[in-house]
């Protein structure tokens, strides 16, 4: 439950527009060619497992598939803006360390759920920016940073998820949030419509590797070994 009301966050709405960063998995195409031996058999697979997905909702087909895809799916797995089987979200962060701490943070937490799986030894990931120009809400702000202690709880996103319900219902567009990942609190931002997309397609993109084992997780850039950042255990789930 929450304690806002739909005034109270309508009338606490700002413009935003950013860059935002987002870090998924790159092993979609490396999974399928493993068990093709060309090309074209590979796009034959890419093809059947294209069509056994839920169908695009009419408002993300124009959409690149790194923006659309978290708007394809209503699963069982809630997560901090969205409670199971509700309307999607797409996350997002204003800094690409944060973006990594985020993802970082998933791939200890499948380590965690999984005592007899082995370390993750470096996995390509695409890092990449969307353009949002949004109606959106500010958590880390006056009069919702009252609430702080709700909103950066690590494990209960039963606020956070109740809230995020409600902004729908006035038509926020998007959230920005503190993160409990990254150890330097940046900023994160839940896009709750692919109305807040200021282009179609990606704009950077990039190629970071991360390897995570359960005490701390390692991401960096390609070709470049030198520039990335280290995530404990502590810093990413808590003690």
Known sequence: MT???PRALASNTHPFTSEI???VEAQHVVST???VDSLAEQ???ESILEESKPPLPPDVEDLHYLLSTPFRYRTAIGSRFRAPFDPCVWYGAEEMRTALAEKSYWRLRFLLDSPNTPDLGPVPHTAFT?????AAVDLRRSPFARDRALWTDRNNYAPTQA????AREVHVQAIRYQSVRDPEVGGCAAVLTPEAFAAR???KQETWFIAATRARVRCAQELRTAV???FTHEELAGS
């Open 3 to 5: 304690t806002w009301t």
């Open 21 to 23: 960063w987002r870090v």
């Open 33 to 35: 060619m493993r068990l």
């Open 43 to 45: 796009t034959v697979l």
């Open 130 to 134: 969307a353009s949002i120009r949004a």
């Open 163 to 166: 809230f995020a319900a409600l």
């Open 201 to 203: 397609n990606p704009r």
């Open 228 to 230: 990335g950042w280290e």
